[in-house]
């Protein structure tokens, strides 16, 4: 069955260190996007992907970095420039350039808590 | 940028009773999309809507894409536990489709 799928469910990170969460997807899409939850926030876009080896900042791009050398696979890098990355990201794809009005689909989430 | 308004910000039901939550926008759409957020998951589409005026239904569920652009409505009829969550309202911004605008969403609970 064709989906996007993040790991890990949850992450526990330190303070001072960078993680790397995991999206993958072979719903053949060619866009790509990373959302940050928190409560009451709505979804806010960190990163989107139209297409390999391009990206682009969303609203709140401060402390993380991506990277999109495979059109299945777009991380996401939460580095320690980060203030408060305690939150819930989702990762979502949409078919080519001009398609979100058909829609995202998401993945089930990373729960990341920094200790 | 276009921003999409969501109201009621949350609610609380009994089970049984009919649910309403709309969304506005000082823009036009011209896609409405519905999606529901379980709690711990990722969002899930549950309609959309191409065209003003249209009014569409999928189980229990009724949205309706205003006639003027500007807003949509969700309807859940008999509401049953499961249909606790989050629903959020999108749309791509006319003159770019590129990306989603969303909603920041209404919380439901359903008493049981």
């Known amino acids: 069955d064709g989906g996007i799928t993040q790991s890990p469910k949850y992450l526990f990170r330190k303070e001072g260190q960078n993680v790397t969460l995991s999206c993958e997807q072979n719903?053949?899409?060619?866009?790509m996007y990373w959302y940050r939850q928190d409560p009451g926030q709505g979804l806010r876009l960190i990163y989107y992907s139209q297409i390999v080896n391009d990206f682009q900042k969303g609203d709140i791009a401060e402390g993380y970095s991506v990277s999109r050398e495979k059109k299945e696979s777009f991380p996401l890098t939460v580095t320690s420039a980060q203030k408060n990355p305690t939150a819930f990201y989702l990762c979502a794809s949409s078919i080519a350039s001009g398609g979100a009005g058909y829609g995202y689909t998401f993945g089930s989430g990373t729960r990341l808590t920094v200790v | 940028g276009q921003q999409l308004n969501q109201s009621p910000q949350s609610m609380f039901i009994q089970e049984g009773e009919d649910v309403s939550m709309n969304c506005t926008s000082s823009?036009?759409?011209?896609?409405w999309l519905w999606y529901k957020q379980d709690p711990g998951e990722g969002p899930v589409l549950l309609i959309a809507?191409?065209?003003?005026?249209e009014l569409t239904s999928n189980g229990r569920l009724t949205a309706q894409f205003g006639i003027t652009r500007k807003d949509s409505f969700l309807n859940i009829s008999a509401s049953i536990p499961s249909d606790v969550g989050i629903y959020f309202c999108?749309?791509?911004?006319?003159?770019?489709?590129?990306?989603?605008?969303f909603g920041k969403g209404t919380k439901l609970t359903v008493n049981p």
């Open positions: 999108a749309g791509p911004p006319q003159g770019g489709s590129e990306k989603l605008v």
């Open positions: 719903l053949n899409h060619d866009a």
């Open positions: 809507l191409y065209k003003a005026g």
């Open positions: 823009s036009i759409f011209n896609t």
